[in-house]
């Protein structure tokens, strides 16, 4: 079954200790995607992909980077996480352009930097 | 930028009430509009979509109309359950023919039964 896979489900982090959140994809989609949600902010994109070897800025990247190696893994990583950046991360694959294409979600990564 | 702007917090209703939560956009063209739920513990879901002007989709119950008009796409649900209780967002696509690919959601809707 297609899905989207999210590792680690659970992290306590450091303040300026790095993490990396791993995505695992099996849909075969071009298109990936991580997210940020909090509350009274809803779901924010930070990094997105077109494909292996490109990384793009979303809307809130500052903190962290991108890494699409293959088609189906995309990490995103925190070099100096802080306490801002706490918060459930959700990776999504999509296929189609021009804005019209479905995202499927893996089930979050809950991020705690203490 | 583009946005979308939805019923904000929470809605409770009890059981075979009529479901309305409001999704307003800003963006230029047609862009395409999507509801997505989200229950807990889980990664959002995809709802349904619309890409025209009157276009309706619907899922599992729901619906929406696509109004260019008012820029509206408004979730609907005649009768709600208690399997209803979710997160739900509204998201717009980037325009078509820019090439780029991204959804930009609303801040979301919890809903949830009154017991």
Known sequence: ??????????????????????????????????????????????????????????????????????????SLILELATPSQTSVYFCASGEGQGGGNTLYFGEGSRLIVV | GDSVTQTE?????????????????????????????????????FLFRASRDKEKGSSRGFEATYDKGTTSF?????????????VYYCALGDPPGTGSNRLTFGKGTKFSLIP
């Open chain 2, 9 to 45: 917090g929470q809605v409770a209703l009890s059981e075979e009430d009529f479901l309305t939560i409001h999704c307003n956009y800003s963006a230029s063209g047609y862009p395409a509009l999507f509801w997505y739920v989200q229950y807990p513990g889980e990664g959002p879901q």
């Open chain 1, 1 to 74: 079954e297609a899905a989207v896979t999210q590792s680690p489900r659970n992290k306590v982090a450091v303040t300026g200790g790095k993490v990396t959140l791993s995505c695992n994809q099996t849909n075969n989609h071009n298109n990936m995607y991580w997210y940020r949600q909090d509350t009274g902010h809803g779901l924010r994109l930070i990094h997105y992909s077109y494909g292996a070897g490109s990384t793009e800025k979303g809307d809130i990247p500052d903190g962290y980077k991108a890494s699409r190696p293959s088609q189906e893994n995309f």
């Open chain 2, 74 to 86: 408004h979730l609907r649900k005649a009768s709600v359950q208690e399997s209803d209780s979710a």
